[in-house]
């Protein structure tokens, strides 16, 4: 088999519980690049929050925190993905979201490969592939 593919997109949070985006700062994220993409409230999630204050918070978080999610999810056979990381500057936490519903709505459609049916019928990547 081949090695997993990981992707991950950057963006900012432009409107949150109904409040209209900025339409100067959407332009000028459209300047730099940035596109704009819509998901829908999570429901049902893994949900993960611990502080942050540097690099070694962020490397602690994807070594530790993420292998214990892995586990727990393996653990009691939930179907979770993608991982969705908050980081908030203003509180200094990072909130890890793992949906467990409606995963697909959750990839950006840059993100979203061709599919390519494998012999479990699984067009996505699961968290075996991390």
Known sequence: TSEP?????????????????????????ADFGYSVATFPKITHALVVTLPYSNQ????????????????YIKHRKLCAYPAIEIYD??????????????????????????????TNFNTRGSVDDY
């Open 56 to 71: 070694l918070s962020l490397q602690f978080i994807l070594s530790r925190v993420y292998q214990k999610l892995v586990q």
């Open 5 to 29: 593919t990981r992707s991950y997109a950057r963006g900012v949070i432009l409107n949150e519980d109904g409040i209209l985006p900025d339409v100067t700062l959407m332009s000028t994220l």
């Open 89 to 118: 500057k203003k509180l200094k936490i990072i909130t890890s979201m793992i949906p467990l519903a409606r995963q697909d709505d959750f990839y950006v459609p840059e993100a979203v490969p061709e599919p390519e049916l494998d």
